[in-house]
Protein backbone atom coordinates (compact mmCIF):
# COMPACT_ATOMS: atom_id res chain seq x y z
CA UNK A 1 0.00 0.00 0.00
CA UNK A 2 2.91 2.22 0.67
CA UNK A 3 4.42 1.72 -2.95
CA UNK A 4 1.16 2.32 -4.41
CA UNK A 5 0.75 5.58 -2.60
CA UNK A 6 4.31 6.64 -3.30
CA UNK A 7 3.82 5.64 -7.09
CA UNK A 8 0.53 8.12 -6.96
CA UNK A 9 2.72 10.97 -5.74
CA UNK A 10 5.33 10.59 -7.69
CA UNK A 11 2.58 10.22 -11.17
CA UNK A 12 1.39 13.41 -9.76
CA UNK A 13 4.20 15.22 -9.20
CA UNK A 14 5.12 14.04 -12.93
CA UNK A 15 1.72 16.15 -13.94
CA UNK A 16 2.24 18.72 -12.20
CA UNK A 17 5.50 19.65 -13.37
CA UNK A 18 4.62 19.23 -17.17
CA UNK A 19 1.17 21.08 -16.33
CA UNK A 20 3.35 23.65 -14.98
CA UNK A 21 5.68 23.72 -17.51
CA UNK A 22 3.05 23.76 -20.55
CA UNK A 23 1.37 26.68 -18.71
CA UNK A 24 3.96 29.02 -18.28
CA UNK A 25 4.93 28.70 -21.86
CA UNK A 26 1.19 29.40 -22.75
CA UNK A 27 1.06 32.38 -20.57
CA UNK A 28 4.45 33.90 -22.26
CA UNK A 29 3.04 33.11 -25.69
CA UNK A 30 -0.39 34.59 -24.77
CA UNK A 31 1.96 37.62 -23.19
CA UNK A 32 3.58 37.74 -26.51
CA UNK A 33 0.36 38.18 -28.49
CA UNK A 34 -1.00 40.79 -26.13
CA UNK A 35 2.42 42.94 -26.40
CA UNK A 36 1.73 43.16 -30.23
CA UNK A 37 5.05 45.07 -31.54
CA UNK A 38 7.30 43.72 -28.49
CA UNK A 39 9.94 41.60 -28.56
CA UNK A 40 9.99 40.19 -24.88
CA UNK A 41 13.25 38.43 -25.27
CA UNK A 42 14.89 40.73 -26.84
CA UNK A 43 13.73 43.70 -24.04
CA UNK A 44 14.91 41.17 -21.33
CA UNK A 45 17.87 40.56 -23.10
CA UNK A 46 18.53 44.24 -22.96
CA UNK A 47 18.05 43.96 -19.23
CA UNK A 48 14.65 45.53 -19.22
CA UNK A 49 13.36 45.41 -16.01
CA UNK A 50 10.37 46.59 -16.42
CA UNK A 51 9.42 43.86 -18.22
CA UNK A 52 11.25 41.52 -16.32
CA UNK A 53 8.24 42.51 -13.79
CA UNK A 54 5.66 41.82 -15.90
CA UNK A 55 7.09 38.61 -17.10
CA UNK A 56 7.64 37.18 -13.22
CA UNK A 57 4.08 38.33 -12.35
CA UNK A 58 2.65 36.30 -15.36
CA UNK A 59 4.41 33.62 -13.65
CA UNK A 60 3.71 34.30 -10.22
CA UNK A 61 -0.11 34.48 -11.39
CA UNK A 62 -0.25 31.07 -13.73
CA UNK A 63 2.02 29.09 -10.75
CA UNK A 64 -0.48 30.74 -8.21
CA UNK A 65 -3.77 29.11 -10.18
CA UNK A 66 -1.60 25.56 -11.01
CA UNK A 67 -1.08 25.43 -7.63
CA UNK A 68 -4.99 25.28 -6.47
CA UNK A 69 -5.23 22.95 -9.90
CA UNK A 70 -3.03 20.66 -8.53
CA UNK A 71 -4.30 20.35 -5.40
CA UNK A 72 -7.81 19.69 -6.92
CA UNK A 73 -6.02 16.70 -8.54
CA UNK A 74 -4.79 15.31 -4.86
CA UNK A 75 -8.08 15.26 -3.91
CA UNK A 76 -9.28 13.55 -6.81
CA UNK A 77 -6.75 11.30 -6.66
CA UNK A 78 -7.28 10.52 -3.12
CA UNK A 79 -11.06 10.12 -3.64
CA UNK A 80 -10.23 7.35 -7.10
CA UNK A 81 -7.83 5.50 -5.09
CA UNK A 82 -11.08 4.70 -2.81
CA UNK A 83 -13.23 3.69 -5.84
CA UNK A 84 -10.01 1.71 -6.94
CA UNK A 85 -7.66 3.95 -9.07
CA UNK A 86 -7.95 1.61 -12.07
CA UNK A 87 -11.99 1.53 -11.41
CA UNK A 88 -14.24 3.36 -14.32
CA UNK A 89 -14.85 5.71 -11.05
CA UNK A 90 -11.18 6.39 -9.96
CA UNK A 91 -10.69 7.18 -13.47
CA UNK A 92 -13.81 9.22 -14.09
CA UNK A 93 -12.92 11.22 -10.63
CA UNK A 94 -9.31 11.70 -11.76
CA UNK A 95 -9.97 12.78 -15.44
CA UNK A 96 -12.75 15.70 -13.67
CA UNK A 97 -9.53 16.51 -11.92
CA UNK A 98 -7.07 16.74 -14.38
CA UNK A 99 -10.46 18.79 -16.66
CA UNK A 100 -10.24 21.37 -14.05
CA UNK A 101 -6.49 21.66 -13.47
CA UNK A 102 -6.56 22.31 -17.40
CA UNK A 103 -9.63 24.87 -16.94
CA UNK A 104 -7.84 26.72 -14.34
CA UNK A 105 -5.34 27.42 -16.47
CA UNK A 106 -7.37 28.37 -19.39
CA UNK A 107 -8.89 30.75 -17.48
CA UNK A 108 -5.83 32.12 -15.65
CA UNK A 109 -4.22 32.73 -18.73
CA UNK A 110 -7.77 34.35 -20.69
CA UNK A 111 -8.33 36.78 -17.62
CA UNK A 112 -4.80 38.01 -17.10
CA UNK A 113 -4.79 38.57 -20.70
CA UNK A 114 -8.78 40.23 -20.75
CA UNK A 115 -7.45 41.92 -17.32
CA UNK A 116 -4.54 43.63 -19.93
CA UNK A 117 -6.73 44.57 -22.61
CA UNK A 118 -9.06 46.39 -20.49
CA UNK A 119 -6.39 48.10 -18.60
CA UNK A 120 -4.64 48.99 -21.82
CA UNK A 121 -8.28 50.71 -22.69
CA UNK A 122 -9.06 52.16 -19.81
CA UNK A 123 -5.84 53.85 -19.57
CA UNK A 124 -6.60 56.10 -22.70
CA UNK A 125 -3.51 58.36 -22.41
CA UNK A 126 -1.21 56.00 -21.02
CA UNK A 127 0.21 53.21 -23.49
CA UNK A 128 1.43 50.54 -21.18
CA UNK A 129 3.27 48.72 -23.84
CA UNK A 130 5.14 51.17 -25.14
CA UNK A 131 6.07 52.62 -21.79
CA UNK A 132 7.32 49.05 -20.64
CA UNK A 133 9.64 49.21 -23.42
CA UNK A 134 10.72 52.46 -22.35
CA UNK A 135 11.67 50.62 -19.06
CA UNK A 136 8.90 52.33 -17.30
CA UNK A 137 8.86 50.34 -13.75
CA UNK A 138 5.81 52.12 -12.48
CA UNK A 139 3.78 50.51 -15.38
CA UNK A 140 5.28 47.30 -14.86
CA UNK A 141 4.32 47.43 -10.96
CA UNK A 142 0.40 48.63 -11.92
CA UNK A 143 0.26 45.43 -14.61
CA UNK A 144 2.16 43.30 -12.50
CA UNK A 145 -0.27 44.17 -9.67
CA UNK A 146 -3.51 43.66 -12.25
CA UNK A 147 -1.65 39.94 -13.04
CA UNK A 148 -1.64 38.64 -9.64
CA UNK A 149 -4.66 40.14 -8.63
CA UNK A 150 -6.97 38.45 -11.25
CA UNK A 151 -4.80 35.34 -10.42
CA UNK A 152 -5.98 35.36 -6.87
CA UNK A 153 -9.08 35.98 -8.02
CA UNK A 154 -9.40 32.78 -10.27
CA UNK A 155 -7.73 31.02 -7.68
CA UNK A 156 -10.52 31.59 -5.52
CA UNK A 157 -12.64 30.07 -8.41
CA UNK A 158 -10.42 27.13 -9.26
CA UNK A 159 -10.83 26.22 -5.39
CA UNK A 160 -14.34 26.32 -5.25
CA UNK A 161 -14.34 24.10 -8.30
CA UNK A 162 -12.32 21.56 -6.23
CA UNK A 163 -14.90 22.34 -3.04
CA UNK A 164 -17.64 21.25 -5.50
CA UNK A 165 -15.94 18.55 -6.39
CA UNK A 166 -14.77 17.49 -3.56
Known amino acids: MILLTAAVGIIQLI ?15 VFGRVTRDVDEQQELAKGNVAFGIVVAAIFIAIAVVVQSGITGLSVGVSKASAYGLMSVDG ?9 QLILGVVLAVVAIYI ?3 ILDHLTINLHEFEELKKGNVAVAIEMAGVIIAVALIIQSGVVGITAALG
Do not use: H
Not at 91 to 99: F, Q
Open 15 to 29: IAVILAVVALYIGFY
Open 91 to 99: LTVIGIAIV
Open 115 to 117: ALS
